[in-house]
Nanobody, 123 residues
Framework: QVQLVESGGGLVQAGDSLRISCAASQRTFSNYAMGWFRQAPGKEREFVAAISRIGVATYYADSVKGRFTISRGNAKNTVSLQMTSLRLEDTAVYYC????????????????WGQGTQVTVSS
């Protein structure tokens, strides 16, 4: 069982940057690929970014490519999402997830989920 706890969400203005993080309880953190998903009000949860078990490969949704950067620190069991040039449409609850890495873009590829952290971008 892997417990995931997100942190770092908040209220920012459009164009600002924000870094959110996720801490995992599992010592075998490096066994899991990690992903970030988000869910805006009234919308389905969508893929944002993912990173392979040792951080060699990264994946991004087209909507965040070039603005967001995912990284992980296996020594500290953490994964982070650095978000820059934030837009109003980035407002959502951001979820951290852990999985096999076989299907990084889909929710089905992840077995464990955090509770989410709210990111609100204002004009």
């Amino acid at each position: 069982q892997v417990q995931l706890v997100e942190s770092g969400g908040g209220l920012v203005q459009a164009g600002d940057s924000l870094r959110i993080s996720c801490a995992a309880s599992q010592r075998t953190f490096s066994n899991y690929a990690m992903g970030w998903f988000r869910q805006a009000p009234g919308k389905e949860r969508e893929f944002v970014a993912a990173i392979s078990r040792i951080g060699v490969a990264t994946y991004y949704a087209d909507s965040v490519k070039g603005r967001f950067t995912i990284s992980r620190g296996n020594a500290k069991n953490t994964v982070s999402l650095q978000m820059t040039s934030l837009r109003l449409e980035d407002t959502a609850v951001y979820y951290c997830a852990a999985g096999s890495g076989n299907y990084p873009y889909t929710e089905e590829g992840y077995s464990y989920w955090g509770q989410g952290t709210q990111v609100t971008v204002s004009s």
